[in-house]
């Protein structure tokens, strides 16, 4: 019986072991994933996807300790859901808004794609051009703008004969006012 309670329950300090390292390994993973989630995101090949698993094997373990018990993997698992729920009200402040405001980067401008930026977020032509045949483009010409959003999708924005891009609908496009000239040039 000493043994199901030695493998269910927990001690004080294991608790706050949990907790501190919950929070810690918390921290570290959402740092790395800022960085480098959008080009996880809008293209996550075999290696990005292998390397997210052992990313989360390694957190997961490094979180229970020493010895992996019910009552530590449920406190580790309500101790992220408290983080989570201060990091969103965090996230949602209107400070971290505003500096957050331009994650969105358009990286093909009126059929030009924009080399330097698609660099920028660690992308290649081809996840570009994979989101382009998704969205139905068959030309270059047929996009007045192509954006990789902060989570990473792609939004492909199509030219028209009889279509005017609206300028909200670049909110939150870093240098919009830029690109809502170039393509008011283009046209």
């Given at each position: 019986?000493?043994?199901?309670?030695?493998?269910?329950?927990?001690?004080?300090?294991?608790?706050?072991?949990?907790?501190?390292?919950?929070?810690?390994?918390?921290?570290?993973?959402?740092?790395?994933?800022?960085?480098?989630?959008?080009?996880?995101?809008?293209?996550?090949?075999?290696?990005?996807?292998?390397?997210?698993?052992?990313?989360?094997?390694?957190?997961?373990?490094?979180?229970?300790?020493?010895?992996?018990?019910?009552?530590?993997?449920?406190?580790?698992?309500?101790?992220?859901?408290?983080?989570?729920?201060?990091?969103?009200?965090?996230?949602?402040?209107?400070?971290?808004?505003?500096?957050?405001?331009?994650?969105a980067v358009a990286v093909m401008v009126a059929g030009q794609v924009q080399r330097g930026d698609l660099a920028r977020l660690g992308l290649d032509e081809s996840a570009l051009w994979s989101a382009l045949r998704g969205a139905g483009v068959r030309t270059p010409q047929e996009v007045a703008v192509a954006v990789v959003?902060?989570?990473?999708?792609?939004?492909?924005?199509?030219?028209?004969?009889?279509?005017?891009?609206?300028?909200?609908?670049?909110?939150?496009?870093?240098?919009?006012?830029?690109?809502?000239?170039?393509?008011?040039?283009?046209?």
């Amino acid at each position: 019986m000493d043994d199901l309670a030695y493998y269910l329950g927990i001690s004080p300090f294991g608790a706050l072991a949990v907790v501190i390292s919950t929070i810690v390994l918390y921290g570290a993973i959402t740092s790395l994933l800022s960085r480098a989630g959008q080009r996880l995101y809008a293209s996550p090949s075999s290696l990005d996807l292998a390397v997210v698993t052992v990313l989360g094997a390694i957190v997961g373990r490094s979180i229970l300790g020493q010895v992996p018990t019910l009552s530590g993997g449920l406190l580790a698992l309500g101790t992220l859901f408290l983080v989570e729920c201060v990091a969103g009200r965090v996230r949602r402040s209107a400070r971290m808004v505003a500096r957050r405001r331009h994650r969105a980067v358009a990286v093909m401008v009126a059929g030009q794609v924009q080399r330097g930026d698609l660099a920028r977020l660690g992308l290649d032509e081809s996840a570009l051009w994979s989101a382009l045949r998704g969205a139905g483009v068959r030309t270059p010409q047929e996009v007045a703008v192509a954006v990789v959003e902060a989570d990473g999708r792609f939004t492909v924005l199509r030219t028209g004969e009889e279509l005017e891009l609206h300028p909200a609908a670049l909110t939150g496009v870093k240098q919009s006012g830029e690109l809502l000239e170039r393509l008011a040039a283009a046209d």
